[in-house]
């Protein structure tokens, strides 16, 4: 849907979907947050960018609320009739920490754009348990840097 593209490095990505992980996949300072959105985006030569939320606890996210509400009771895809914005998440002049990786879940494909952003929304405890009700304990083991270059903007 319009408005739901991230321009970034010269190639223009598009939404495909979203999911969270609890707790978090990355540390930052090396402090895991209780959640992570990955807001997974292709463009159309099939390179993926992802955009990672990590969520700390504090004040209700109205934006978690109505994600929570809306979704299903088992497993499988939702496609909102509605519009769901999630701009709210990104306060304006917004600073990232960005590396080139893998996919976190099998077969754990390289390739894969990674934009971290710096700041953290809140999520309420209760909407924490919720997503790890729901989710699971799903995250990925924090894996070594190897030799990849972590760059802030």
Sequence with gaps: DEGSEIEFDGHSYSLDQFHFHTPSEHLIGGVRHPVELHLVHHDEDG???VLGVLF????????????????PRSLGRVDLATHLDVNALFPPNSHYFGYKGSFTTPPYSEGVQWLILKSHP????????????????????????????????
């Design 47 to 49: 390179h993926v960018l």
């Design 122 to 153: 809140q999520a309420s405890a209760e909407q924490i348990v919720r997503l790890l009700v729901l989710e699971g304990g799903n995250a990925r083991d924090v894996q070594p840097l190897n030799d990849r270059q972590v760059e802030g903007f």
């Design 56 to 71: 700390e606890m504090g004040a209700a996210s109205p934006l978690l609320e109505r994600i929570i509400t809306d979704s």
